[in-house]
């Protein structure tokens, strides 16, 4: 979890009609859910990613490169392009849904 994701979330719940302190606590949730999966904040991310055009995008695979992640879940078209058909720098980008989909298969197999 990135400063600029935060920021995001927090911009398109307050342009959605979320109250400030709902907003607040969603966000208090998505930082207690990245650390309960094993990730964290990262407030100093390095910019070393150019690989889009719109910088705000370059954001999300710096964050991506600086925590090595695996796998980028956004509906950003853009991103989406990126990722396919083999992905970004061997990191799978899917969308929200395919995410839910795939997870949802998972827990099915456990």
Not at 32 to 61: F, K, M, R, W
Not at 84 to 95: E, L, N, V, Y
Request: glycine share 8%; proline share 4%.
């Amino acid at each position: 979890m990135s400063e600029h994701i935060l920021a995001m979330v927090d911009h398109k719940l307050i342009d959605t009609g979320w109250l400030e302190s709902d907003v607040d606590t969603y966000i208090d949730l998505i930082c207690d859910l990245a650390e309960l999966s094993g990730g964290g904040y990262y407030s100093d991310v390095p910019q070393t990613q150019h690989d889009c055009e719109d910088p705000e995008d370059n954001l999300i695979l710096d964050l991506a490169a600086f925590t090595d992640a695996s796998l980028i879940v956004s509906n950003d078209s853009d991103l989406l392009v990126l990722g396919r058909p083999k992905g970004w720098k061997g990191r799978g980008i899917i969308s929200p849904a395919d995410f839910t989909k795939r997870a949802e298969a998972a827990m099915r197999y456990r």
